[in-house]
């Protein structure tokens, strides 16, 4: 077994060069302009084949992010009994086939679910086995292997399943008939709240979270949508979700939205870069996940809404981004759940704006895929930017407009997707390019990234070192 299975073996540094790393070095190559979509909403995705998976008879899902995360999630679906197909690409791209084995009937895998980088697939996952009578070993990649699974683990615990550990590699045994609890959340997090549920769902009664702060909703929609008695009332100031459980889930034809975390880097992109004017056809802007946005706005940033409709029940637009003269601002903490992905790239447009940006309440930050306060802050240094960091967030003295100086040595993404894309942006608004030590995990994300960055800036690529 490799070293990082074994939780006792020294984790290797985070800033030594990593085998097969692959760096390449971003650099100015003119304006964004024209017309691009952006990958499905990985969200919604990991859901969608989720609860396709515990629905009777055939799911079928268009517009799934075909991103390692969301492989890593189908992959363990099929080893618990649910059969995933992809059938090939037409002209409105793949489609996904999902035969589901009912709610209640996922079967004891042959072997550990390796869950790579994501979290949503880890969290998600130990919610379904919690209430199924399976014993099953979750395994992850280093960046995984350092995430706090207690947030899940505690309530899950509360409900009857058994785990071996709070960090992965861990093995968690579920129990048929769990307990049905209602759980207030002590951390604002959508994965917490959508774990209980699953766990929810083959559990007799009704297990119901409490939301102090209400975070991204898709769990509760798409619940409703497969046919599940799901409710949420506001009591107190506070968001109460209600479900009863030995649900029947129904197949549902499912189109999932562009995702606006991966829409946040080429809407930045042509903020901060002069001359650009770019169409991000099809982003996903539901409430809850979109506060970069309001914040862009507030900074100055002029970004339409065009062609505003509905798709599989998510408020969806087309963005019309033009570069524009930002200026800093103190970001209302309040926003944080509903853009908690985005702050990597909000720093580099905060890097480059008029003034001074101040962001708060960022606790959050820190156990992500990486420490990506930390991470920011020492790569947009790196870079030339001028930032302060705090406990729970960033102060960013920015540019004015000015380029970056960029970097002299590569940055440190600690396999994390989207620092890797923020530097990434950085490196078109800077003067010698910014230098990303590796790649690679873009493609749990956005796999496509690179190629839609190259086609979508008017020069082609220049000074790639990998
Ligand atoms: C996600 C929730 C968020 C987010 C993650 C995806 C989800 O995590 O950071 O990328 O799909 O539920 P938390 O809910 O832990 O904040």
Do not use: C
């Amino acid at each position: 077994m490799p070293s990082r299975s074994d939780p006792a073996a020294p984790k290797p540094l985070e800033t030594e060069p990593r085998e097969g790393a692959r760096p390449r070095r971003f650099v100015s190559a003119g304006p964004l302009k024209g017309r691009i979509r952006v990958p499905g909403d990985k969200s919604i995705s990991h859901r969608a084949l989720m609860f396709g998976a515990l629905a009777v008879g055939e799911t079928r899902v268009t517009g799934l992010l075909e991103g390692e995360d969301v492989m890593a999630t189908a992959a363990a679906l099929r080893a618990m009994g649910a059969t995933i197909e992809r059938e090939d690409a037409n002209a409105s791209g793949a489609t996904w086939r999902i035969h589901g084995v009912g709610v209640g009937a996922l079967l004891q895998p042959d072997g550990p679910l390796e869950m790579g980088n994501s979290g949503t697939s880890t969290r998600l996952l130990m919610g379904l086995v919690a209430s199924h009578p399976i014993t099953v070993t979750f395994t992850g990649d280093a960046s995984l292997s350092k995430r706090p699974m207690g947030r899940v683990t505690e309530p899950l615990g509360l409900m009857g399943a058994d785990f071996s550990a709070t960090m992965l590699p861990l093995t968690e045994r579920g129990l048929s008939p769990a307990v049905p609890i209602t759980y207030r959340l002590p951390v604002a997090s959508a994965q917490v709240k959508s774990a209980v549920l699953l766990a929810g769902l083959n559990t007799a009664g009704i297990t119901s979270v409490i939301e102090p702060v209400p975070t991204r909703d898709h769990t509760e929609r798409m619940l409703k949508g497969f046919g599940a008695d799901l409710w949420v009332e506001q009591e107190a100031g506070e968001r109460v979700i209600r479900l009863r459980g030995e649900a029947q889930l129904r197949p549902q034809i499912i189109n999932v939205p562009g995702d606006p975390s991966s829409a946040a880097f080429f809407a930045v992109a042509a903020l901060v870069v002069p001359g650009s004017d770019l169409v991000i056809e099809n982003v996903g802007l539901n409430p809850t996940r979109a506060g970069l946005y309001e914040v862009l706005r507030l900074m100055g940033g002029r970004i339409e809404e065009l062609n505003p409709r509905e798709v599989g029940g998510e408020p969806v637009a087309d963005l019309r981004v033009r570069h524009s003269a930002l200026t800093g601002i103190e970001v209302d903490p309040a926003l944080a759940p509903s853009m908690i992905d985005e702050f990597p790239v909000l720093f580099v447009a905060a890097a480059l704006a008029q003034g001074t940006t101040v962001t708060s309440g960022l606790d959050e930050l820190r156990v992500k895929e990486s420490d990506r306060l930390a991470a920011m802050a020492e790569a947009l240094r790196l870079a030339g930017a001028r930032v302060e960091e705090r406990e729970d967030g960033l102060v960013i003295e920015g540019t004015g407009g000015d380029s970056l100086a960029g970097t002299a040595q590569p940055i440190a993404t600690h396999l994390d997707h989207r620092i890797a894309m923020a530097m990434a942006v950085a490196g078109l608004a800077s003067r010698a390019g910014v230098e990303v030590d590796d790649t690679r995990p873009i493609a749990t994300s956005f796999p496509q990234f690179q190629a839609l960055l190259d086609s979508t800036t008017s020069s082609p690529p220049a000074g790639g070192t990998g």
